[in-house]
């Protein structure tokens, strides 16, 4: 079985500060992978236009996920507490 690790080149950072749904930028034409870094708790949507709830993907603050994407998406930010 081989494993893996996310190799991405260094393109773009956004800072997405939230308390409701807020999305990014819409991502670059050559991007298909993302990493998040949370300081907080923190709901995710993607799409074309996303908008996260309190349902939507969880990643809790203090760490680091990955994520494929399709060009031209967007992710939503949402701090789950309005």
Same mark, same amino acid.
């Given at each position: 079985?081989?494993?893996?690790?996310?190799?991405?080149?260094?393109?773009?950072?956004?800072?997405?500060?939230f308390t409701?749904?807020?999305?990014? #930028? +819409?991502?670059?034409?050559?991007?298909?992978? %993302? $990493? @998040?870094? !949370? *300081?907080?708790?923190? &709901?995710?949507?993607?799409? #074309? +236009?996303?908008?996260?709830?309190?349902?939507? %993907? $969880? @990643?809790? !603050? *203090?760490?680091v996920e &990955?994520?494929?994407?399709?060009?031209?998406?967007?992710?939503?930010?949402?701090?789950?507490?309005?």
């Amino acid at each position: 079985m081989k494993f893996g690790m996310p190799v991405m080149l260094p393109d773009t950072t956004q800072a997405v500060t939230f308390t409701t749904s807020t999305a990014s #930028a +819409a991502f670059g034409s050559a991007t298909n992978l %993302i $990493r @998040v870094i !949370a *300081d907080a708790d923190v &709901y995710l949507a993607f799409g #074309a +236009a996303p908008t996260a709830t309190a349902t939507a %993907i $969880r @990643v809790p !603050a *203090d760490t680091v996920e &990955y994520f494929c994407v399709h060009p031209g998406q967007k992710v939503a930010c949402y701090d789950g507490s309005s």
